[in-house]
């Protein structure tokens, strides 16, 4: 790690953009390669048997110093500022599939943020170092079947028992589930009121009273394995718990604004690619002897509202304004402002233009875009998610308000 460190921060020449110098692009490039390489020529293998290997994957990703960029250099981190991370999000939307740039940025920004800002030396040493190098692979585990956006209202509970923590709960659509080494926990520790009784437990999913109940079948993200956990009677040591017990749901508060511009950022080059390929699509397409694309005569506008190019041309100025948005949040962070407004703010337009570009692009396919195998219909599916996990959009709206109501 620490000749990956170096070579990031050799002297380079000045690149002009907002947020990235050269050690941002030389890592993408590095990310890039092993995509074109490792990853998206096994894709559609993965996709058919509803998993890819973590393992493998993560710990190629590890030795690329994708998980290390911004964590602790005193347990193998790298130790950049978290404009990193975001790089490597970016980077990871070229994978022709939304489920693995979703479980690696589980993996980086979801389990391991308060692990690296609160935990203990032991848990750091134990846990976070060799998730960082890939060696293990990670999930958080806060939804529950009656609890999902409402964290406050989360029923699994950690009694404490002869010095030890005994976890009893059940925790659903947990990314990489089926195959994770440990779990980010959130459990209620005490009694009292809800956003005070709850801390972030490491649990490590070998031990007994641990049940991988199902893998999840979903609607998209297929090659991302989704499971159901249930902890019965597990024993952990009190020891496990991050940082100050009772602090778990601010936290996990905390670890949110990772997740949600993390979000963001792997969603811009999917979108992009959805226009990119929509455009080519349509430009070799012809319908009353014209390519769709170019095609303005009155049944055509009729069908498609509007011209197909300057609808791809509208969609993607609200991809930018969304990166505007995205890097200024960045931005402000890396100031150390609190960035809760401007992440839910993101967050919510990231997930309704997914939902817009690809429900678009799909429609400018015609029937070819319904079909299965099309990767636009892939993008549909898989993107639908992003208004719904990390927060719903009904959730961001509900934080933004109380922003807005403030002023």
Not at 229 to 256: A, K, W
Request: charged content about 25%; overall charge neutral.
């Amino acid at each position: 790690m620490a000749a990956a460190r170096a070579a990031l921060l050799k002297p380079a020449p000045a690149v002009i953009h907002i947020l990235y110098k050269e050690p941002h692009f030389q890592l993408q490039e590095s990310i890039k390669k092993f995509v074109d390489r490792e990853v998206n020529p096994k894709v559609e293998e993965w996709e058919s048997k509803r998993q890819f290997p973590a393992h493998t994957v993560f710990k190629n990703l590890g030795q690329l110093g994708a998980f290390a960029v911004n964590k602790p250099i005193e347990y193998g981190g790298l130790g950049l500022d978290c404009s990193y991370s975001i790089a490597v999000a970016e980077e990871m939307g070229t994978v022709r599939c939304g489920a693995i740039p979703m479980a690696t940025a589980v993996q980086s920004d979801m389990a391991t943020p308060a692990l690296a800002r609160f935990g203990s030396e032991y848990l750091k040493e134990e846990f976070l170092r060799p998730t960082i190098a890939g060696d293990l692979v990670a999930c958080i585990a806060v939804s529950e079947p009656c609890a999902g956006s409402d964290v406050a209202a989360i029923r699994t509970v950690a009694h404490t028992i002869n010095g030890d923590l005994v976890i009893n709960g059940t925790k659903t659509w947990i990314t990489n589930g089926a195959q994770a080494d440990w779990a980010c926990v959130l459990a209620s520790t005490r009694s009292g009121l809800p956003h005070k009784n709850k801390s972030l437990i490491i649990v490590p999913l070998t031990l007994p009273g641990v049940h991988r109940k199902r893998t999840i079948d979903k609607l998209g993200m297929h090659s991302s394995d989704t499971a159901e956990l249930i902890f019965d009677n597990v024993r952990v040591p009190t020891s496990h718990i991050i940082g100050e017990e009772g602090r778990g749901f601010e936290y996990q508060m905390q670890q949110f604004q990772d997740e949600r511009l993390v979000t963001i950022a792997v969603l811009l080059k999917p979108m992009e690619r959805c226009i990119s390929l929509t455009r080519e699509y349509t430009k070799e397409r012809k319908v009353f002897g014209k390519p769709i694309y170019e095609n303005q005569v009155g049944s055509l506008v009729e069908c498609y509202g509007q011209t197909v190019h300057f609808r791809l041309a509208e969609l993607q100025t609200e991809i930018e304004a969304l990166r505007a948005l995205l890097y200024r949040a960045v931005l402000e962070r890396m100031a150390g402002k609190d960035v809760t407004r401007l992440a839910s703010m993101g967050k919510l337009k990231a997930g309704r233009l997914a939902r817009q570009v690809t429900d678009q692009c799909l429609q400018f396919w015609g029937g070819v875009g319904y079909t299965w195998e099309n990767e636009v219909s892939r993008l549909y599916r898989d993107l639908r998610l992003h208004s719904i996990g990390a927060g719903a959009d009904e959730i961001m709206l509900s934080i933004i308000s109380r922003f807005e109501d403030t002023k």
